[in-house]
C-alpha cells in the first residue's frame, strides 16, 4: 500500500490494482476567488491515465473541482470511478456523470462497499452538514479520512470508532478554514487557530493511531479582502510537532509529489516541512493577490431580484416574507443596501458601522447567483462583521439559501409543526 502526495486534502492510495484519489484540487482558486493552493501541485492531468477511483468527501470546491475534472482527458475519465455520498439532490453524481466517467456510485451509510482484491469502504456524512468521512479498509491496514469533518463534542468520533474500530492511519485538518473575525480581531483568529490544533489532537486520542497526517490546510487566503487571515493560520510544523508530543503515534508530512510505502520507515516529514515554509513565506513576500472587479448596480439589482424570485419559489412565501430584512454596506461602491424577501434590495442611508455586513459588491453580487453563495462567503472570509449590526439578520438567508443548495426548502407553517410534533413524541 502506497501514498502519492497530490496537494491540500488530495492524495492518491494505491492497493494491488486500485489507485483512488481523493479530492483533486489540483490548480486555480476556490471560493470565489478567496483561496489559493499553498504549494504547486506535481501531480498532471496525465497522471489520471491509470486512476481507477476518485472519492469526493463533500460539494466544497477545494475537494469537489468541476473546473479540474473537466480537464481530465476524456479516455481517461471512462476508465473511472467515481465514489460520492447519497445526497437529497443528487447534484454532484448527476454532474459527474455527464463528464462520462465509467461510473458513478453513491455511497450508502451503514454499507461498505468493495472496490477491488482485499479492499473496502465506509463512507458516511456527519449530522445534517455535508462533510463525510471515509474509511478505508483491507485486512492488513485501515486508513480513516476526516478532511473537514468537525466535531462539536468529543462523543461524535467516539461513536466513529465504535462503528469502524481499528485505525491505523488518521488524516485530518490542522488549520481554521472560514472567517475568524474582523481585519483588526488577530487575537480571535489565534484563538480559532488553536482551537483547530485541540480537534487535532483531539480526534488523534479518540481514534489511537499508529499514524497521523495533517492536512487539508494547505492553502492561503489569496483575495485583497480576506489577505489579513493569512497570518494566524496554523503551520504545517507546529501541528507535526504538536503530534510528535503524542506517545506510540507517528505524524508524516507530505508535501506534492512525495510518496510514503505505508508501514515502512518515512524521513521526508523534516524536508516536508521546510518545503511548505518556503511556500508559506512566498504568500507574504510576494503574493499574487487578487482584486476582485466591482459589479455595475444595475447587475447587482438583476441578480438580487433574481435570488428573491428563485427562493419565493422554492420555500413558503410566508416564512420567507416574515424574516427581517439585512443591511450591508459596499465597500468598493460606498453604498449601503437593504435586502428582504418582501422589498429586494434597495438603497439605504445605513452607516458603515451600523450595517450587519461590509464586503464588496462582487462577493454580494456571488452571494445572490448562487444557492451555495452565502456558505461560500463565510468560507472565503471575504467579509466583516461592522461593531454596530447584527449578523444574525444575515444568518437568516444563509440558512434559506443553504437549504436550496441542499436540495431541500423552507416548510410552510403546518410542515414545521408536524415536525415539532414528531421530535416531542420522540423525546417523550
Same mark, same amino acid.
Given at each position: 500500500?502506497k501514498?502519492?502526495?497530490v ?37 498532471? %492531468? ?24 473537466? /480537464? ?8 473511472i ?15 459527474c456523470r ?20 482485499? $479492499?473496502?469502504?465506509?463512507?458516511? /456524512? ?18 480513516l479520512?476526516?478532511?473537514d ?10 461513536? $466513529? ?19 475568524? !473575525?474582523?481585519?483588526? =480581531?488577530?487575537?480571535?483568529r ?10 487535532m ?8 493511531? =499508529? ?13 485583497q ?5 493569512? %497570518?494566524?493560520?496554523?503551520?504545517? !510544523? ?5 503530534? =510528535?508530543? $503524542? ?30 515554509? /518556503?511556500?508559506y513565506? /512566498? ?9 476582485s ?13 433574481? %435570488? ?6 422554492k ?23 437593504s ?12 452607516g ?5 455586513l ?22 472565503s472570509?471575504?467579509?466583516?462583521k ?9 444568518s ?7 437549504l436550496?443548495?441542499r ?5 410552510? =407553517?403546518?410542515h ?7 421530535q ?5
Open positions: 500500500m501514498i502519492r502526495w496537494n491540500h486534502a488530495s492524495f492518491v492510495l494505491e492497493f494491488g490494482d486500485v489507485k483512488l484519489i481523493s479530492d483533486p484540487w489540483l490548480e486555480g482558486t476556490a471560493f470565489n476567488d478567496g483561496w489559493a493552493l499553498l504549494s504547486p501541485t506535481a501531480f498532471r %492531468y496525465e497522471d489520471f491515465a491509470d486512476i481507477t477511483h476518485i472519492w469526493f468527501s463533500h460539494e466544497h470546491p477545494d475537494h469537489f473541482a468541476p473546473h479540474v475534472l473537466k /480537464k481530465i482527458p476524456v479516455d481517461y475519465r471512462r476508465n470511478t467515481v465514489l460520492y455520498q447519497r445526497t437529497v439532490d443528487r447534484k454532484v453524481a448527476e454532474f455527464t463528464l462520462q466517467f465509467k461510473e458513478v456510485l453513491e455511497l450508502y451509510p451503514d454499507s461498505y462497499l468493495k472496490i477491488g482484491d482485499g $479492499i473496502s469502504l465506509l463512507c458516511e /456524512k456527519i449530522r445534517n452538514e455535508s462533510d463525510s468521512w471515509l474509511f478505508i479498509k483491507t485486512p492488513e491496514f485501515t486508513i479520512n476526516l478532511n469533518c468537525y466535531f462539536r463534542r468529543e462523543s461524535e468520533p467516539v461513536k $466513529i470508532k465504535q462503528k469502524i474500530g481499528k485505525v491505523d492511519l488518521l488524516l485530518c485538518q490542522f488549520s481554521y478554514a472560514n472567517w475568524c !473575525g474582523n481585519k483588526d =480581531r488577530g487575537q480571535e489565534k484563538e480559532a487557530a488553536g482551537e483547530k490544533l485541540n480537534e489532537l483531539m480526534q488523534a486520542a479518540v481514534f489511537q493511531p =499508529r499514524f497521523v497526517i495533517p492536512f487539508a490546510s494547505f492553502v492561503w487566503f489569496c483575495n479582502d480576506n489577505y489579513f487571515m493569512n %497570518y494566524e493560520v496554523n503551520r504545517i !510544523g507546529e501541528a507535526y510537532n504538536r503530534l =510528535r508530543a $503524542i506517545q506510540q503515534v507517528e505524524p508524516i508530512v507530505l508535501y506534492p509529489g512525495f510518496e510514503w510505502e505505508i508501514e515502512h520507515e518515512y524521513a521526508r516529514s523534516d524536508e516536508a516541512i521546510d518545503l511548505y515554509q /518556503k511556500d513565506e /512566498k504568500v507574504f513576500d510576494n503574493p499574487a493577490i487578487v482584486a472587479p466591482s459589479k455595475e448596480l444595475a447587475e447587482l439589482k438583476a441578480a438580487a431580484e433574481a %435570488y428573491r424570485s428563485r427562493c419565493l419559489q420555500n413558503d412565501r410566508l416564512k420567507l416574507l416574515s424574516l427581517a430584512p439585512f443591511t450591508c454596506y459596499l465597500t468598493d461602491l460606498r453604498m449601503s443596501f435586502f428582504s424577501y418582501r422589498d429586494g434590495l434597495v438603497q439605504c442611508e445605513c458603515p458601522e451600523d450595517a450587519d461590509s464586503l464588496g459588491s462582487q462577493a454580494l453580487h456571488y452571494c445572490f447567483n448562487f444557492d451555495w453563495g452565502f456558505a461560500t462567503l463565510e468560507v472570509g471575504r467579509f466583516e461592522p461593531p454596530k449590526g447584527d449578523y444574525n439578520n444575515v437568516q438567508y444563509l440558512w434559506v439559501s443553504e436550496m443548495n436540495g431541500k426548502y423552507v416548510p410552510g =407553517r403546518y414545521r409543526g408536524l415536525t415539532k410534533l414528531r416531542a413524541l420522540r423525546l417523550e
